[in-house]
T-cell receptor, first 113, second 109 residues
Framework: NAGVTQTPKFQVLKTGQSMTLQCAQD?????MYWYRQDPGMGLRLIYY???????DKGEVPNGYNVSRLNKREFSLRLESAAPSQTSVYFC????????????FGPGTRLLVL | QKEVEQDPGPLSVPEGAIVSLNCTYS??????FMWYRQYSRKGPELLMY????GNKEDGRFTAQVDKSSKYISLFIRDSQPSDSATYLC?????????FGPGTRLSVLP
């Protein structure tokens, strides 16, 4: 039982390049989330998916797109990376969106030059 | 005013001390209250979860919620060097979760 896994662990991009961050969970959870974590800012929600087939914007969605590929997988795409997107990205999942405990992956550290 | 405020620290205490970590929030609609621990270069892991005002205890950890004051606390008794981490409060209702920025704690042997 791996919980929540994320790939890659670390990535360096040049401004304007694109990439997809992958997330998968094996806990049969309905809800999945993408956060970014910056120093002094805490975790900020980018997008979430309350259930397979649905996605909604969070606090900071600009510059990102998501796909809920199936119940297990939720990907985050940067179409044209900017230095302001340098951050640590965490994926999380929970059994239900309303009050469900969130389980986090190990994170992806992204540096945009 | 930010929805959730938390002193970022850093907070340094000697081993064995009682640690008090706190968050304040502004939205009275918040219904559930959580504390996460995050070790360096790792994802957050849930420590405590509660719906109601009052205290909840789990081993050396006690979570306290005062909804009337919009104030939550995490107490760590007999702190250990292994407790050195960043502690994040998280408060939510429905699909909405808001995390505090975290308090960095160092427990010195």
């Amino acid at each position: 039982n791996a919980g929540v896994t994320q790939t890659p662990k670390f990535q360096v991009l040049k401004t304007g390049q694109s990439m997809t961050l992958q997330c998968a969970q094996d806990m049969n959870h309905n809800s999945m989330y993408w956060y970014r974590q910056d120093p002094g800012m805490g975790l900020r929600l980018i997008y979430y998916s309350a259930s397979e087939g649905t996605t909604d914007k969070g606090e900071v969605p600009n510059g990102y797109n998501v796909s809920r590929l199936n119940k297990r997988e939720f990907s985050l795409r940067l179409e044209s990376a900017a230095p302001s997107q340098t951050s640590v990205y965490f994926c999380a999942s929970s059994s239900s969106g309303g009050g469900g405990t969130q389980y986090f992956g190990p994170g992806t550290r992204l540096l945009v030059l | 005013q930010k929805e959730v405020e938390q002193d970022p620290g850093p907070l340094s205490v000697p081993e064995g001390a009682i640690v008090s970590l706190n968050c304040t929030y502004s939205n009275s609609a918040f219904q559930y209250f959580m504390w996460y621990r995050q070790y360096s270069r790792k994802g957050p892991e849930l420590l405590m979860y509660t719906y109601s005002s009052g205290n909840k205890e789990d081993g050396r950890f006690t979570a306290q919620v005062d909804k009337s004051s919009k104030y939550i606390s995490l107490f760590i008794r007999d702190s250990q060097p292994s407790d050195s981490a960043t502690y994040l409060c998280a408060i939510g209702y429905g699909q909405n979760f808001v995390f505090g920025p975290g308090t960095r704690l160092s427990v010195l042997p």
